[in-house]
């Protein structure tokens, strides 16, 4: 009997995802909560999600109302079984991903996927293995693949003239950042030749999409926020675009990878403004 069900286990397909968001919060002693939000592929009744770390804490899957879901952990994967929930919470706590030299910590990150690092309060950035996408307050949003933010934890004291020291500022860091993202978006208006004066008409639009690598459905869901003011809901854009759900929430994380649009977070439904 056992044999038989772990057959069944084993030709089961386990189902794709598209994951809706990533974060990681850190604490003062090195624990990191992991949160991720995946949207299940359709009609699908499990779905296999990799655990980023070896060892965890506390872990919890629920859906959107917060109903708790069933799961099992098996060999680094998160085996959940979605009962037709449309997006699924999953949550748990690790030791794994920090480490510490001295006063500095170091976050070590691998995924497919862009996340967001929730720092301490009080952290000091002092190494970036990337150009951020994104830095709000303590939060840091970081593409996709091997990445690693150092930091320590003290008190912001106002320092003496001519001191020297090896961190980084946050504001300073912020400054780079501006800098290198106001250069990118130098060289990206002069190869794609578009307009050098305020928001591009609907043909200089056009113009740019022609030469970037996009499908017609991407196309024309850009298109269609650019008529809407830059900004839509994804319900609204979806609809326009005849999508289903889940096709349409992929080519939206496609579009924010490749840094064309950002997918904003509201209280009843998620909204999508452009970028460039």
Same mark, same amino acid.
């Given at each position: 009997?056992?044999?038989?069900?772990?057959?069944?286990?084993?030709?089961?397909?386990?189902?794709?995802?598209?994951?809706?968001?990533?974060?990681?919060?850190?604490?003062?002693?090195?624990?990191?909560?992991?949160?991720?939000?995946?949207?299940?592929?359709?009609?699908?009744?499990?779905?296999?999600?990799?655990?980023?770390?070896?060892?965890?804490?506390?872990?919890?899957?629920?859906?959107?109302?917060?109903? @708790?879901?069933?799961?099992? +952990?098996? *060999? #680094?994967?998160?085996? /959940?079984?979605?009962? !037709?929930?449309? %997006?699924?919470? $999953?949550?748990?706590?690790?030791?794994?991903?920090?480490?510490?030299?001295?006063?500095?910590?170091?976050?070590?990150?691998?995924?497919?996927? @862009?996340?967001?690092?929730? +720092?301490? *309060? #009080?952290?000091?950035? /002092?190494?970036?293995? !990337?150009?951020? %996408?994104?830095? $709000?307050?303590?939060?840091?949003?970081?593409?996709?693949?091997?990445?690693?933010?150092?930091?320590?934890?003290?008190?912001?004291?106002?320092?003496?003239?001519?001191?020297?020291?090896?961190?980084?500022?946050?504001?300073?860091?912020?400054?780079?950042?501006?800098?290198?993202?106001?250069?990118?978006?130098?060289?990206?208006?002069?190869?794609?030749?578009?307009?050098?004066?305020?928001?591009?008409?609907?043909?200089?639009?056009?113009?740019?999409?022609?030469?970037?690598?996009?499908?017609?459905?991407?196309?024309?869901?850009?298109?269609?926020?650019?008529?809407?003011?830059?900004?839509?809901?994804?319900?609204?854009?979806?609809?326009?675009?005849?999508?289903?759900?889940?096709?349409?929430?992929?080519?939206?994380?496609?579009?924010?990878?490749?840094?064309?649009?950002?997918?904003?977070?509201?209280?009843?439904?998620?909204?999508?403004?452009?970028?460039?």
């Amino acid at each position: 009997m056992a044999l038989v069900a772990f057959m069944i286990i084993l030709l089961h397909p386990v189902s794709a995802y598209t994951t809706s968001s990533l974060t990681f919060t850190v604490y003062g002693d090195g624990y990191v909560e992991v949160a991720q939000e995946v949207l299940p592929g359709e009609y699908e009744d499990q779905i296999q999600l990799p655990l980023l770390a070896e060892h965890v804490e506390n872990v919890i899957v629920e859906d959107t109302d917060g109903n @708790p879901l069933n799961f099992q +952990l098996n *060999e #680094g994967k998160l085996l /959940v079984y979605t009962n !037709d929930a449309d %997006l699924i919470r $999953a949550s748990y706590y690790t030791p794994d991903l920090t480490s510490k030299e001295g006063i500095v910590w170091t976050l070590s990150v691998s995924t497919n996927d @862009p996340f967001t690092v929730v +720092l301490p *309060e #009080g952290a000091i950035v /002092v190494d970036l293995s !990337d150009i951020p %996408l994104e830095i $709000a307050g303590d939060s840091i949003t970081m593409p996709p693949g091997n990445q690693s933010i150092s930091y320590t934890i003290e008190a912001r004291t106002t320092t003496s003239t001519g001191s020297t020291g090896s961190t980084w500022p946050y504001s300073f860091l912020a400054l780079g950042i501006l800098i290198a993202a106001g250069a990118a978006y130098l060289g990206f208006k002069k190869k794609s030749g578009g307009s050098s004066g305020g928001t591009p008409t609907r043909e200089e639009f056009e113009a740019k999409l022609a030469n970037l690598d996009l499908n017609d459905e991407e196309k024309r869901a850009l298109l269609y926020i650019f008529d809407k003011g830059g900004k839509a809901s994804q319900a609204e854009v979806r609809e326009a675009i005849g999508l289903p759900k889940t096709t349409a929430w992929r080519m939206f994380k496609r579009l924010e990878r490749k840094g064309l649009v950002k997918i904003l977070k509201g209280k009843k439904e998620n909204w999508v403004e452009l970028r460039f």
